[in-house]
């Protein structure tokens, strides 16, 4: 039996990772945490019936343990600590923000397996996070269809005939769009995403291409990769998730239809396939599947997070920040789309970097420029 404990339960991530928990076999859910949806944390309460449940508030944590009292209940951050300070095999990581960060750190001198949902665990701590992962020998398993897709290529993370990792992209919702047309597009433009259905910040991230930007620098850390060898290729269709080049000049891609339960399910199973979720499968036949380079000039934003992730120390966590920032600027409707990538150019242009960064020194400046920002 595997136990499993899910931080971020009720979010996109979190509710499929249930969904993929109820398919498998021997797998079982020992604790959750979760933010302020207590309707659907009670519901994920009766079917799972966990042993312990951290939530944001006292309050709320109070006012579930009368109605469950078999149940531990925790809060806050320092409840989220506690509650993956437990036995159990996995830690799926669903949660944003920098809560997770330490989460993630506390989890791998913990030595659990960490399948990582979460992307400013790496984005923003990338260098301190893998060296203490090897040094534990802890496994960080990523829940992100491109990573994911490049594990199942790679078959052992430490391949040492893979040349080249292709990360692909739909190209968002902007992809044929001139310019002059993304600068009248509003919120929901940005929101309707082609091929996924996601959170809101991570959609508007597609369409800026933010979002592979930060990916590449994921997989530069999970795979040890040189940024030279981590390629983009825009891929309309969604079907194949990735691919890895190796040196004999084959390729190995994981096609299948845009799913996070298979991420999910591959993560939770690894290194194994198990019989589990599936998903809707499709015939080949006729299937187009195109591939294009990046437009770098037509989505700049795209080519400054790779250069931020190049650059190391606390570039990509100023990045990040100021991205973060300006993308709910653009959801509240106060900025236009390209005002976005105006706010994180001018804030990069005016950052400076500190090489080999503490964990706390990447915290304080996450603090400060999204305290900054917000007062714009
Ligand atoms: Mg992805």
Same mark, same amino acid.
């Given at each position: 039996?595997?136990n499993?404990?899910?931080?971020?339960s009720?979010?996109?991530?979190?509710t499929?990772?249930?969904e993929v928990?109820e398919k498998?076999e021997?797998?079982?859910?020992l604790?959750?945490s979760c933010?302020?949806?207590?309707?659907?944390?009670k519901?994920?309460?009766?079917?799972?019936?966990?042993?312990?449940i951290?939530?944001?508030n006292?309050q709320?944590?109070k006012?579930?343990?009368?109605?469950y009292?078999?149940?531990?209940?925790?809060?806050?951050?320092?409840?989220?600590?506690?509650?993956i300070?437990?036995k159990?095999?996995?830690?799926v990581?669903a949660t944003?923000g920098i809560v997770?960060?330490k989460?993630?750190?506390k989890?791998?001198e913990n030595?659990?397996?960490i399948?990582?949902?979460?992307?400013e665990?790496l984005?923003?701590?990338?260098?301190i996070?893998m060296?203490?992962?090897?040094k534990?020998?802890?496994?960080?398993?990523?829940?992100?269809s491109?990573?994911?897709?490049?594990?199942?290529?790679?078959n052992?993370v430490d391949?040492?005939?893979?040349?080249r990792?292709?990360?692909?992209?739909?190209g968002g919702?902007f992809?044929n769009?001139t310019r002059?047309e993304?600068?009248?597009?509003?919120?929901k433009? $940005? /929101?309707n995403? *082609?091929?996924?259905?996601?959170?809101k %910040?991570?959609?508007v991230? +597609?369409a800026t291409?933010?979002n592979?930007?930060?990916?590449v620098i994921?997989?530069?850390?999970?795979?040890n990769f040189n940024y030279d060898n981590i390629k983009?290729?825009i891929?309309?269709?969604?079907l194949?998730h990735?691919f890895?080049e190796?040196?004999?000049?084959?390729f190995l891609a994981?096609i299948g239809t845009?799913?996070m339960h298979?991420?999910?399910?591959y $993560? /939770?199973?690894? *290194?194994?396939?198990k019989k589990g979720i %599936?998903?809707n499968s499709? +015939?080949?036949?006729n299937?187009?599947?195109?591939?294009f380079?990046p437009d770098?000039k037509k989505f700049p934003l795209?080519?400054l997070?790779?250069d931020?992730?190049?650059q190391g120390?606390?570039?990509?966590?100023?990045?990040n920040a100021?991205n973060?920032?300006?993308?709910?600027?653009f959801?509240?409707?106060?900025i236009?789309?390209?005002?976005?990538e105006k706010?994180?150019f001018?804030e990069?242009?005016?950052a400076k970097?500190?090489?080999?960064?503490t964990?706390?020194?990447i915290?304080e400046?996450d603090?400060?420029?999204?305290?900054?920002?917000?007062?714009?």
């Amino acid at each position: 039996m595997k136990n499993v404990i899910i931080l971020g339960s009720t979010g996109s991530i979190g509710t499929q990772t249930l969904e993929v928990i109820e398919k498998l076999e021997n797998y079982k859910v020992l604790g959750l945490s979760c933010g302020k949806n207590i309707e659907l944390i009670k519901k994920q309460i009766e079917k799972f019936s966990p042993k312990f449940i951290c939530l944001q508030n006292l309050q709320d944590a109070k006012n579930l343990s009368v109605i469950y009292p078999n149940i531990k209940f925790l809060w806050g951050e320092e409840g989220l600590l506690e509650l993956i300070d437990n036995k159990y095999d996995v830690l799926v990581v669903a949660t944003s923000g920098i809560v997770s960060v330490k989460a993630v750190i506390k989890a791998i001198e913990n030595k659990k397996t960490i399948a990582l949902a979460n992307k400013e665990t790496l984005v923003m701590a990338g260098d301190i996070v893998m060296k203490k992962a090897k040094k534990y020998k802890t496994p960080i398993l990523p829940i992100d269809s491109e990573h994911s897709a490049i594990l199942q290529c790679l078959n052992k993370v430490d391949n040492p005939y893979a040349k080249r990792l292709w990360i692909t992209a739909s190209g968002g919702p902007f992809l044929n769009n001139t310019r002059e047309e993304m600068k009248k597009f509003s919120a929901k433009d $940005a /929101l309707n995403h *082609p091929r996924w259905s996601m959170g809101k %910040k991570i959609t508007v991230d +597609c369409a800026t291409l933010v979002n592979k930007g930060l990916e590449v620098i994921e997989a530069h850390h999970l795979y040890n990769f040189n940024y030279d060898n981590i390629k983009i290729a825009i891929h309309p269709e969604s079907l194949v998730h990735s691919f890895v080049e190796f040196e004999d000049g084959s390729f190995l891609a994981q096609i299948g239809t845009p799913s996070m339960h298979i991420p999910i399910q591959y $993560a /939770l199973t690894y *290194p194994t396939r198990k019989k589990g979720i %599936k998903t809707n499968s499709f +015939c080949p036949w006729n299937k187009q599947m195109n591939f294009f380079e990046p437009d770098f000039k037509k989505f700049p934003l795209l080519k400054l997070t790779i250069d931020c992730g190049i650059q190391g120390g606390l570039m990509p966590a100023i990045l990040n920040a100021a991205n973060e920032i300006a993308v709910y600027k653009f959801l509240e409707g106060k900025i236009n789309f390209l005002d976005i990538e105006k706010i994180v150019f001018k804030e990069i242009e005016n950052a400076k970097n500190s090489i080999n960064p503490t964990i706390e020194e990447i915290f304080e400046k996450d603090k400060e420029i999204r305290l900054k920002l917000s007062k714009l």
